[in-house]
């Protein structure tokens, strides 16, 4: 029997290689979620306050996103956009698909707060004389986003995971780096048990930091009870 | 040699959705078992298994899936055996719908009011007897609308087995760019296969949700 044997040192000897794609993808997860999710609680605002009639362009834009791949959107943006002369590097596409990717989900999760704000709150707002803007950002938006804040924080962190497929377009980021270093050790099972074990690391302190943020975002009570929303995984 | 986005290459691509979805229902028979064993343990009497069941949620949750699929790839050749890329696929794809599954199941379970656990005990039901007959019953309805929800997730996921070969919607439509040189035309055909797949999926999960919230108000 040919006996397995582990070998982590030709891989910890490249850890240097792992920490540059550690770093990038520590990068590309600060950025595309911050912009995605600015990105989905704008267009949510838009599709509350737009007539009726004008919320389909948003309703498309989410259904398609959510309804296709990660990974496709990432090929049609590095691939396609350059086709038509737009020139992207593959981090800049990682990133337009992020933010892309993620801003739909976004928009889904703050609409679902959005709707589950009661009529009489808004009409209570009003009767303070409050403007119709202030209600909707004092009465509406803030205790929404302190509703589905749960539901973000796993779309956040599923977007940090995510980011792994960016590897695909050339994109140097950790898992990218691990094939790099896959390639000129052969140790493969070690390389992936590695970065496996740091991306589980990460998603953890990820979790964690996203829980405080909450908690100081939106102390106890400013939600008015929560919600739970169906996020996507 | 290029070739041009014809005819040949539009039906090369949509024919290949029946590797994702053969991927798809593999996974999702493999993995619902496991999700299902891993919801039991959850809702568990014995501590040591509902924490192991959550220590296997919270792992699998927070590893990407391209890292399950490279440990499938790799930890199964590792005894010198060579597996076939879809069997690692499988694999990689039941592991992660199996935290999936097994969290919303979990929930379903337990949303289950828990004066039917009492009620049942107190006709001396033995504790399978209680899941058999009164608990799953109540449970699977709550559970379907989210499960079919999560069917959505998981189609798309399967795009990233590519990688490792398996010639499903992604690679088709890798393979076609790299002959063709016509992103548009081909990742579009790609996207508009997984939409046509997902969509109804989507909308039936969103329909069956308000079915149920409608009965639980009315």
């Not at chain 2, 929930?107 to 009620?119: D, L, M, N, P, Y």
């Amino acid at each position: 029997m040919n006996g397995f044997q582990f070998q982590f040192s030709p891989v910890f000897a490249r850890s240097d290689v792992l920490l540059e794609g550690l770093w990038l993808t520590l990068q590309l997860s600060a950025i595309g979620i911050s912009l995605g999710a600015l990105l989905g609680i704008l267009l949510a605002m838009l599709r509350g306050l737009a007539p009726r009639a004008l919320r389909w362009p948003v309703d498309a834009y989410v259904e398609l996103v959510r309804n296709t791949p990660f990974l496709v959107q990432l090929l049609i943006i590095f691939f396609g956009l350059p086709s038509i002369g737009v020139k992207l590097t593959a981090e800049q596409a990682a990133i337009g698909a992020i933010v892309l990717n993620l801003g739909a989900y976004s928009t889904e999760i703050v609409r679902a707060g959005i709707e589950s704000v009661h009529k009489s709150q808004i009409e209570a707002g009003l009767s303070l004389a409050m403007t119709r803007w202030q209600v909707f950002r004092h009465v509406v938006i803030a205790p929404a986003l302190a509703r589905v804040w749960p539901s973000l924080s796993s779309q956040f962190v599923l977007m940090m995971l995510s980011t792994s497929v960016c590897s695909f377009i050339s994109v140097q980021e950790l898992s990218g780096t691990a094939a790099n270093v896959e390639s000129d050790t052969f140790r493969s099972f070690e390389v992936y048990i590695t970065v496996t074990a740091i991306y589980l690391a990460l998603a953890l302190v990820m979790r964690g930091l996203l829980a405080m943020l909450g908690a100081v975002l939106f102390p106890k009570g400013s939600g008015l009870g929560r919600l739970r929303t169906q996020s996507g995984r | 040699m290029i070739r041009t986005f014809s005819e040949s290459e539009f039906l090369f691509i949509v024919a290949s959705a029946r590797w994702t979805l053969l991927l798809t229902l593999l996974s999702l028979l493999l993995g619902g078992l496991l999700g299902f064993i891993v919801a039991l343990a959850r809702t568990s009497q014995l501590a040591p298994l509902r924490m192991l069941a959550a220590g296997w949620i919270g792992m699998i949750q927070g590893i990407p899936v391209l890292m399950l699929l490279f440990l499938s790839y790799y930890g199964l050749s590792m005894g010198g055996v060579d597996m076939p890329p879809i069997v690692a696929a499988s694999v990689s794809m039941a592991i992660y719908a199996s935290a999936y599954l097994g969290e919303i199941w979990r929930g379903s379970i337990q949303s289950v009011a828990w004066q039917q656990w009492e009620a049942s005990a107190a006709l001396a039901m033995s504790r399978a007897q209680q899941y058999r007959y009164v608990i799953l019953p109540q449970a699977v309805r709550i559970a379907v609308a989210p499960t079919v929800g999560f069917i959505v997730q998981l189609v798309k996921n399967t795009s990233i087995v590519s990688i490792i070969g398996v010639v499903e919607l992604a690679r088709a439509g890798n393979l076609v760019n790299n002959a063709t040189f016509a992103p548009f035309k081909v990742f579009g055909t790609v996207a508009a296969t997984y939409f046509i797949i997902c969509w109804p999926i989507s909308l039936l999960a969103r329909r069956l949700e308000g079915r149920l919230n409608a009965r639980r108000s009315g």
